[in-house]
RNA sequence: GGAGAGGUGGCCGAGUGGUCGAAGGCGCUCCCCUGCUAAGGGAGUAAGGGGUUUGUAGCCUCUUCGAGGGUUCGAAUCCCUCCCUCUCCGCCA
């Protein structure tokens, strides 16, 4: 969510900024809907205050034991006056929230511009792509050649885009999920386990609802229950509807969760292994931060996220989207492509952004300003670190040895037992 | 799942259908007193929206006592539905 006053005082400034991510504001019609609402508003308050003004004047005369009839009867009519004038300026101020849940955040002036992902700024290519001497299998071919991949079973039991992994390869998804837990544990972030299913509240704190219901899982019952999309929307939400003391901050949370997507609209992408699953997990790092501070936060959970790519011996590069390819809720996002030979391309392997106030206004999430002591908004800040699911595709594919076996990297190897090769079963 | 109790400001806690955004306490801020400290005295201290305005100042105004409905001229207070917390029982990992 926007800023109402900014959006008040300045809607074609707002629609300049929403044009650099290629999403079309009409500022005009913005303006004349809130110019409607506050002669409305104004309109009701003031019925509203002759109400009050009326009813408490009836209290005194009680109390001092007067005739009541009298002033009761004077009122008569106020209350439909005052239902009507509220209802119409509870349609108006639906329509008006209805456009601001659909703008996406204002981007940060250093997003870099374009039209889609092959926009995106590369920022820099860390580590050299493996030349390898025999023929690259991708992950399925490795997985599978392990017995450790299996996705028709996993289609027998649910469907199309799961997998049962087992033996080695079952045990390398758990240990790059502790190595990276410890990993972030060790630079000061709180391990957090949260629920995995959450209510709608919280999504739309998050910014998924209620514009991109179609990519969740939703329970039957109890309906408003979802499984979670990332572990972005319960962690973020541990702050929602709270005041935290400056002190305090920055707040640095880590999570292990699954996540559910739906994956509509991706029909036909990547369908085959698992890079894009209904169901992976992730180590999520959260940040919740003073806003002075969020973009140095920003650049900090960067670089615990490369740690994590750089201590698995894995090549990638780091992107910083441009107006077209960034999510909704962010102002500014970086991505990690990790190096995948079989593809012989970078593929996403974590994204970080930063919403600045944009989530926290949605979810009420503020800080106790130093100087003068009032609630401030936060800003939050949330970033893989990094997804379990595609470390796993990255390290068999990136590690894979002649002989169809996998070079443990040594940062996994204490999380392994101590094996450092991983065999056919 | 059954029975009961309860959800009020940063925290604890009182609250009669009206003069209640809400006693009292804690905490915090400022001031006074005390040659440090402790103790004491005084004042202040919820959030959000809108209008006015150059203004995050001031002024005017609306809303908010778990959420949503309802009754009423008027609801923290009465009625209904829901959510959550706690205690006991049952069940269970």
């Known amino acids: 969510m926007l800023d109402p006053r900014l959006l008040r005082q300045d809607p074609h400034g707002v629609a300049e900024r929403l044009a650099r991510r290629g999403y079309a504001f009409d500022a005009t019609a913005y303006a004349a809907l809130d110019d409607q609402r506050k002669t409305l508003q104004t309109q009701a308050e003031e019925l509203q205050a002759e109400r009050n003004q009326r009813s408490k004047s009836i209290g005194k005369a009680k109390a001092a034991g007067d005739d009541i009839e009298p002033l009761k009867a004077a009122v008569a009519g106020l209350g439909e006056r005052l239902d009507a004038a509220k209802t119409e300026l509870e349609q108006v101020q639906a329509e008006l929230e209805a456009i601001q ?145 400056p002190e305090r901050l920055p707040l640095r949370y880590v999570a292990h969760t699954p996540c559910f997507r739906a994956e509509a609209g991706a029909a036909g992408r990547d369908v085959r292994g698992m890079i894009r699953q209904h169901q992976f997990e992730k180590v999520e790092l959260i940040n919740i931060a003073h ?52 593809q012989e391309t970078y593929r996403e392997i974590s994204s970080i952004s930063n919403t600045r106030d944009f989530q926290a206004r949605r979810m009420g999430a503020r800080y106790r300003d130093a100087e003068t002591g009032k609630p401030r908004l936060l800003h939050t800040l949330n970033g893989s670190g990094v997804a379990a699911g595609r470390a796993l595709v990255a390290v068999l594919e990136n590690h894979q040895q002649a002989d169809g076996s996998v070079r443990v990297p040594d940062a996994l190897v204490p999380y392994m037992g101590g094996l450092r090769t991983i065999v056919a079963a």
């Not at 399925?140 to 299996?150: C, K, M, S």
């Not at 936060?297 to 994590?308: F, P, Q």
């Open 101 to 245: 849940q659909d703008l996406p955040n204002l981007p940060d002036d250093a997003m870099p511009d374009g039209a889609d992902e092959s926009d995106n700024r590369v920022l820099r290519e860390v580590g050299t792509p493996r030349a390898f001497d025999f023929a690259v299998r991708d992950h399925v071919a490795v997985g599978e050649g392990l017995g450790g991949l299996d996705a028709p079973t996993a289609a027998r039991i649910t469907g199309a885009r799961f997998t049962v992994l087992s033996g080695g390869v079952a045990r390398l998804h758990r240990a790059l999920i502790a190595f990276m837990l410890d990993t972030h544990t060790g630079t000061g972030y709180t391990e957090v386990n949260v629920p995995y299913i959450v209510n709608a509240d919280a999504l739309y704190g998050t910014g998924q609802l209620p514009k991109f219901g179609d990519d969740l899982f939703r329970l039957v019952e109890p309906e408003d229950y979802y499984l979670i999309p990332t572990a972005e929307v319960p962690v973020s939400n541990m702050v929602a509807g709270e005041i935290i003391e």
């Open 291 to 342: 806003p002075d501070d969020s973009t140095a936060c920003h650049e900090a959970m960067l670089a615990s996220a490369e740690r994590v790519l750089a201590a698995l011996e894995l090549p990638y590069r780091v992107v910083d989207l441009c107006g077209g390819d960034i999510g909704f809720s962010a102002a500014r996002t970086f991505d990690l492509e990790v190096w995948l030979p079989s």
